[in-house]
């Protein structure tokens, strides 16, 4: 079985960390992630988001950003011989590394900085690389997608966007309006990444990208995260991994191969595909794209080849 490295745009993992469920070293403590599981279906690098849930918005949403940036950092800090943070392109030079999986930190809700510019410089010393502007409520940068707007960004939003491309940070445009996602395009002078969504087209979910979408992040060279999430896949009983597959044909079809990744968002969701049930499943997806007609190549552009692509031309 063809068993390529991955690359993973997005898991919730560190949620369960913080809050003392699991260390996130080995398999048998329940999840979709960790450690043991991770390296067992290939991954080399896993982009790892903060979540701010909704209970600390808006005003304690600071400070559990902090919280989490820190747990996170902890958890890198506890697994010295089987992980490292990735800050630079130098770290992302050494993949794929034959003992450490690399960690990439993204925050997922703008609502960390507040009202302040000046909180982007300050996660981006903790070691932040990405951030996802927008959960699905509306925040001091721009409205997410349970919003139903049509506003773009605010001015403080603008201003992050073009501060991120100065430092050298991952926009990520999941869960963000539409209208949010096109004023960011306008903006941004690097390619954005949607983390962890999936085509409209298959399934109309508002959370979904419609096909103008997706044909601008090729045109950005930007890339989507094709995610696992039950909901966003099939509007119709349980998700299989075939219907992960018919998400990723149609993008490919839409915006070409080199515009897709995977964003599983495992362990922020509540099931994931049968067939794709955790971590150690990697390969068969790969195996499941092989029977569809993608060739080796093109399986391995989707899973680590073109977000290794969009973290180069990013990360500084």
Not at 93 to 98: E, F, R, T
Not at 106 to 124: A, H, R
Not at 162 to 184: P, Y
Not at 286 to 298: N, S
Request: charged letters at 25%.
């Amino acid at each position: 079985m063809l068993k390529p490295w991955v690359i993973d745009g997005h898991c919730d993992s560190i949620g369960d960390y913080i809050r003392g469920k699991r260390t996130l070293r080995l398999g048998n403590e329940g999840g979709h992630w960790d450690l043991e599981r991770a390296k067992a279906g290939g991954m080399i690098l896993q982009i790892m988001a903060c979540f701010i849930e909704s209970e600390f918005k808006p005003g304690l949403a600071s400070r559990r950003g902090l919280e989490l940036i820190h747990s996170a950092q902890r958890f890198i800090n506890e697994n010295q011989d089987g992980v490292f943070l990735i800050r630079c392109q130098q770290d992302l030079n050494q993949l794929p590394s034959p003992d450490k999986l690399g960690i990439l930190l993204c925050v997922e809700g703008g609502e960390v900085l507040g009202e302040s510019l000046f909180m982007l410089d300050i996660i981006y010393e903790l070691g932040v690389r990405a951030l996802g502007l927008t959960w699905n409520q509306r925040n001091a940068l721009a409205d997410g997608v349970g919003e139903q707007t049509n506003s773009r960004l605010t001015r403080l939003g603008q201003s992050v966007i073009r501060r991120m491309n100065e430092l050298g940070m991952l926009i990520d445009v999941s869960h963000l309006n539409e209208a949010g996602f096109w004023n960011v395009l306008e903006l941004s002078t690097a390619p954005i990444v949607a983390s962890h969504s999936c085509a409209y087209a298959v399934c109309e979910h508002p959370r979904n990208l419609t096909d103008e979408q997706l044909k601008a992040l090729a045109r950005n060279h930007g890339l989507v995260g094709v995610n696992f999430y039950a909901r966003f896949l099939t509007e119709k009983g349980e998700a299989t991994l075939d219907h992960v597959v018919q998400h990723i044909a149609h993008i490919a079809e839409v915006a070409g191969v080199e515009t897709i990744g995977l964003g599983s968002d495992f362990d922020g969701i509540d099931q994931a595909p049968r067939g794709l049930e955790d971590a150690t499943k990697y390969p068969n997806l790969a195996e499941a794209l092989r029977k569809a007609g993608f060739c080796e190549e093109e399986i391995t552009q989707i899973f680590f080849k073109n977000f290794r692509r969009l973290l180069l031309n990013v990360i500084k």
